[in-house]
């Protein structure tokens, strides 16, 4: 690595071996809707211990279709946390419903069920829960709450894919999981997501809404020889093309293994941080296996005498691309001016965004750039003299 590059907070691995597998995409007759759709479909369905999988072209479509299947509309409120992307909550609004914002754990920045129970009112229809860093939400106790409302309990795991609690696997602790394949996740087909379920009726309405609401596709009409089709409800293109599934498949491949080398990064940093007063990385909870896909931590200024956004400011300036997640949904101009939202509703997540910074992980992180980040993170702490407040 040049001396001079940033290390980027996180990084695609993409091999020899992938790009032999588009290749051979390229090559074939199928550039879309093709044989590679539905292998991918099913290998990250097995994955995740799920028997239905979507493949759809983002993960914000993903969010998108899962708010369809369950029938969100105008009038239904969906809880969720406000530290997320803002796709979790933008895909509430697309089908024309209002996104309810919970405050999160103050330990784990994940959907604090607690809050969530106190935001039920007789419009709620679903509760949306975000997988932040890579982490599973407490379903347990989400699944009580959502079964005591009737409710549908949906994880926005675009963090998560390959995580699990107590060997259940994300993608099957909820009733719908999206996932992201964004080159920042833990695997990329370039853009991408997917949507897993167990329920067939919720799969085949996710496969007509990416497919513009049409009842059948092209092979259905081929093998019928016939060119009627019925647009039988509304929809979109939001189809994955066969040479980003058979990416998507040969990527999955080496989960496991980029797993396990994120945690072992992730560790490090706990080691590399536990003498160090102030510099508090997220909790962990019990039974979880983590994906790391972020590895956040918060700030105690009082302790360490620095400022979020000098270290921050300092991290940048010597090639360490650090970076914050996220600005707390709720404090985006939009959703203040459409739904009234705005600083004081989710006082936990919006301490946390004024202490929080991400620091680099992802498995191509070599040892000396590791040792680059954690030396330059202890220099400008341990020299800081900037004065609280700055
Ligand atoms: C939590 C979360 N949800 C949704 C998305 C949207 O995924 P995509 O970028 O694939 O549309 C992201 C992407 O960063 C995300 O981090």
Redesign the pocket.
């Known amino acids: 690595m040049s001396a001079n590059r940033m290390i980027p907070y996180g990084r695609q691995w993409v091999d020899e071996l992938d790009i032999q597998a588009v290749v051979a995409v390229l090559e074939s007759d199928w550039l879309t809707t093709g044989p590679r759709v539905q292998e991918f479909e099913q290998v990250v369905a097995h994955c995740v211990q799920a028997s239905e999988a979507v493949a759809v072209s983002?993960?914000?479509?993903?969010?998108h279709a899962a708010m369809y299947a369950i029938g969100i509309g105008p009038g239904d409120e969906v809880i969720l946390p406000p530290i997320?992307?803002v796709?979790?909550a933008n895909a509430v609004v697309m089908q024309g419903g209002t996104p309810v914002f919970a405050d999160v754990d103050s330990e784990t920045l994940l959907l604090d069920p607690g809050a969530v129970k106190a935001k039920v009112t007789s419009k709620t229809k679903a509760i949306l829960a975000?997988d932040?860093a890579g982490q599973p939400c407490d379903y347990e106790a989400l699944r009580v709450i959502a079964d005591r409302n009737g409710l549908a309990l949906v994880a926005?795991a675009?963090?998560a894919l390959g995580a699990s609690e107590r060997e259940r696997r994300v993608g099957s602790l909820a009733d719908l999981t999206?996932f992201?394949?964004?080159p920042?996740?833990a695997i990329t087909t370039g853009?991408?997501?997917m949507v897993v379920t167990d329920s067939p009726e919720w799969a085949s309405r996710m496969r007509r809404f990416r497919n513009h609401g049409i009842s059948t596709d092209h092979h259905q009409r081929l093998a019928h020889e016939t060119w009627e089709y019925q647009m039988v409800s509304f929809g979109m293109n939001y189809r994955l093309t066969d040479i980003q599934c058979a990416l998507g498949v040969s990527q999955l491949s080496k989960l496991p293994g980029w797993i396990a080398m994120r945690q072992s990064i992730a560790m490090q940093y706990d080691q590399a941080f536990s003498d160090m007063p102030g510099i508090n990385p997220l909790r962990r909870r019990e039974g979880v296996d983590h994906a790391y896909h972020l590895y956040i931590v918060l700030l105690d200024q009082h302790q360490t005498g620095v400022t979020r956004s000098h270290l921050f400011r300092a991290l940048r300036e010597s090639g360490i691309g650090v970076h914050v997640h996220y600005i707390p949904v709720h404090l985006h101009t939009f959703y203040r001016e459409r739904f009234g939202t705005g600083p004081g509703l989710c006082p936990v997540a919006e301490a946390a965004y004024e202490r929080m910074l991400s620091l680099p992980i992802y498995p191509r992180l070599h040892d000396d750039e590791f040792e680059k980040v954690i030396t330059t993170f202890r220099a400008v702490v341990e020299s800081s003299s900037c004065p609280i407040g700055a």
């Open positions: 983002s993960g914000t479509a993903a969010l997320t992307f796709a979790t975000v932040y926005d675009c963090h999206v992201s394949f964004h920042i996740k853009e991408g997501g």
